[in-house]
């Protein structure tokens, strides 16, 4: 059973689309992330959500949309595709009040802006 | 602005040797240091953790270092193995606990 899953694993697509990555964790945590890899694997958090309700949105583009319909779940939308969209998003969960939890990643999603 | 920096950037190490890779921070209200290992094409792994109530903490091959006063740890991965090639990332987080600051990453290869 995979902990975190995310689907697509790749995501091919024209300037200016919209897409989704749809990410679900079935280790019961209450919080989940999305975290952006570029090229140089630099890992940058994006969005945080604790109990379906955001607690960190980063400084990030309002074309991309964090959604969480339940604690289970936290898909990220991304509206008019761009060139410098193109990344790894890695979707991860942790289950907060243990101080710095540890968190389990998903196996990410390559995001390719053509 | 870079609160966690790693280096090196790429280190080369031949089997059986030791690898270390450094990181240092600048938020004194960081209380958690945790190093992430990443195969390619996944997402990265918890590997070892620490707080700063300790110097080191070792857990089979994988050491973690802790400096307090010079805001500094380090992994040390004995008797590097081929297996162990990866990239390695540094984090740390404060008492919120729900922010993770990575560092920039380090690519291991141990030659065999």
């Known amino acids: 059973d995979t902990a975190v899953s995310q689907t697509p694993k790749y995501l091919v697509t024209q300037m200016g689309n919209d897409k989704s990555i749809k990410c679900e964790q079935n280790l019961g945590h209450d919080t989940m992330y999305w975290y952006k890899q570029d090229s140089k694997k630099f890992l940058k958090i994006m969005f945080s959500?604790?109990?379906?309700?955001?607690?960190i949105n980063e400084t990030v583009p309002n074309r991309f949309s964090p959604k969480s319909p339940d604690k289970a779940h936290l898909n990220l939308h991304i509206n008019s595709l761009e060139l410098g969209d193109s990344a790894v998003y890695f979707c991860a969960s942790s289950q907060l009040g243990r101080g710095g939890g540890k968190l389990f990643f998903g196996s990410g999603t390559q995001l390719s802006v053509l | 602005q870079q609160q966690v920096k790693q280096s090196p950037q790429s280190l080369i190490v031949q089997k059986g040797g030791i690898s270390i890779i450094n990181c240092a921070y600048e938020n004194t209200a960081f209380d958690y240091f945790p190093w992430y290992q990443q195969f390619p094409g996944k997402g990265p792994a918890l590997l070892i953790a620490i707080r700063p109530d300790v110097s080191e903490k070792k857990e089979g091959r994988f050491t973690i270092s802790f400096n307090k006063s010079a805001k500094q740890f380090s992994l040390h991965i004995m008797d590097s193995q081929p297996g162990d090639s990866a990239t390695y990332f540094c984090a740390a987080s404060g008492l919120a606990g729900n922010m993770l600051t990575f560092g920039g990453g380090t690519r291991l290869m141990v030659k065999p």
């Open positions: 959500y604790n109990n379906k309700e955001l607690i």
